[in-house]
């Protein structure tokens, strides 16, 4: 009976209470039962225990520094895209729809990342930097800064041992079935890339390439076929080392030059103009042209405000020859022939004769190479001549002739009075502006129907669109390509 008393003594001396609190071994409770030592207790009901308020399925318990524990949603791992959904093969089968990425488990509530990095799987259930990069205003690929010049910025350091084809960037086009497109203007063409200027400010382009041009055969840009065969480049660097605007070549072959037997095919460049097909000029040489066949073909008449010049190969020398020149459009032809018994009789030909204008007698001239008593024309017409000698003589010396006559279509095409107008030549000069000065500007030059003009273009012939005009052209644009 003592033993039980001293029992239950020493437990009511280990409790102590402060107010609505209960302390085991501690005089100070904090806590609505507050014990200072282990507690022990042989089993615990697991539907009875609760350690902190708000507990919930998949929570976890979460310490702070002083050993307090509470209740916490754990943070989700991130979820795997969804896999794109293949479009119909070439055959009809459906394409493999990607499965659903897997949750990832439970994390800790952050990924391994830099600010403005847009996010990429590094393994099944990780994540971290792409190549990509977006500030809110611009993107860039490559590891570069978001430019505030351009909205995308592509970068990449291409390394030789790849081989050549490399570029920065690609686009492919193809299609399911031949689908043409309507025409040359911006919503008329189907094409792989493409740009599009809304605005047409001074020294503003739809699309531009740039190129340092360090070393030879190498542009700003380039167009081809895709063997290579037909191809065209602007700011191009040649072999030798020279810069031009445009250079164009339709082909490459071996051999040693024109030859009918080989073959030929391909234009190296064409131009087609309202007023003007194309103009050359430079600082030396105007233009160069060469071929097998012929160096140039020009349909319509040739107008040239200098003097003809002709090479000519004289043994290992080159002599300067003129062309002889006319107020009129005409024909000439010149031979020898010989009086038998004083008379004779020379026929032009029918090639030269069909040159010559109906209704024109052609004039000729003769003169006898030896002693005779003089000669006369006895007829002439535009199929030949006739010649005797003066009074009845009976020579038998050689003769030589010369006929000019008037050229079929000499009234044809009348002379265009306008190019030797004292300011036509200056016009034209300023028509062939130099670009590259932007301190003036070139000559505009058009036609109104009767003569060329060096005034203001008309509007008509540039019509500017109002933003109005041109906004619902925009608009009707993007819903038309938002349709498809």
Not at 187 to 208: E, M, P, S, V
Not at 259 to 284: C, M, T, Y
């Amino acid at each position: 009976m003592k033993k039980l008393f001293f029992a239950i003594f020493s437990c009511f001396c280990a409790l102590s209470f402060a107010q609505d609190r209960v302390g085991i071994n501690t005089p100070t409770p904090t806590e609505t039962l507050d014990v200072n030592g282990n507690a022990k207790a042989d089993s615990v009901k697991a539907n009875a225990l609760r350690m902190a308020n708000g507990a919930g399925a998949g929570k976890v318990m979460v310490s702070d520094a002083t050993g307090n524990a509470t209740w916490q949603t754990g943070p989700v791992g991130p979820t795997g895209a969804t896999g794109l959904t293949g479009a119909a093969g070439p055959t009809g089968a459906t394409g493999l729809t990607g499965a659903a990425g897997a949750t990832g488990p439970t994390g800790p509530g952050t990924l391994a990342g830099t600010t403005n990095y847009v996010i990429k799987f590094t393994s099944a259930t990780g994540g971290g930097n792409s190549l990509i990069q977006d500030d809110g205003t611009s993107i860039s690929m490559g590891l570069i800064t978001p430019s505030t010049l351009y909205q995308t910025y592509a970068y990449r350091e291409q390394l030789t041992v790849n081989g050549d084809g490399q570029c920065t960037s690609f686009s492919y086009r193809t299609r399911n079935s031949q689908n043409d497109g309507t025409g040359y203007s911006q919503i008329q063409t189907n094409r792989a890339d493409g740009g599009f200027n809304f605005w047409g400010d001074l020294y503003t382009f739809g699309d531009a390439s740039y190129n340092y041009n360090d070393y030879s055969r190498c542009g700003g840009s380039l167009g081809a076929d895709v063997n290579g065969l037909a191809w065209g480049s602007m700011g191009y660097r040649s072999s030798g080392f020279l810069n031009y605007g445009v250079y164009g070549s339709s082909a490459y072959a071996n051999g040693g030059g024109y030859s009918e037997s080989d073959g030929e095919a391909g234009i190296g460049s064409g131009f087609f103009g309202g007023v003007v097909g194309s103009w050359a000029k430079s600082n030396i040489i105007g233009s160069m042209s060469s071929g097998e066949m012929m160096s140039e073909y020009n349909v319509g008449d040739s107008y040239t405000a200098g003097r003809n010049i002709e090479v000519v190969k004289v043994g290992n020398t080159r002599k300067a020859t003129f062309a002889s020149t006319s107020l009129e459009s005409q024909v000439n032809k010149s031979g020898v022939a010989q009086l038998v018994n004083g008379q004779a009789t020379v026929s032009f030909g029918e090639e030269f004769a069909s040159l010559l204008a109906e209704g024109q007698m052609p004039v000729v001239t003769v003169t006898p190479m030896g002693e005779s008593k003089g000669v006369f024309l006895a007829s002439v017409n535009k199929n030949g001549f006739s010649v005797k000698e003066n009074q009845g003589g009976n020579s038998n010396v050689q003769f030589t002739w010369i006929v000019i006559g008037k050229r079929v279509d000499a009234d044809q095409a009348p002379v265009q009075t306008q190019v030797v107008n004292a300011n036509f030549e200056e016009n034209m000069q300023g028509v062939m502006f130099n670009e590259g000065n932007k301190e003036q500007s070139g000559t505009p030059i058009w036609f109104d129907g009767s003569q060329v003009r060096f005034d203001a273009v008309p509007e008509k012939f540039h019509p500017r669109k109002s933003l109005e005009e041109k906004l619902a052209e925009e608009k009707a644009w993007m819903e038309k390509n938002r349709a498809k």
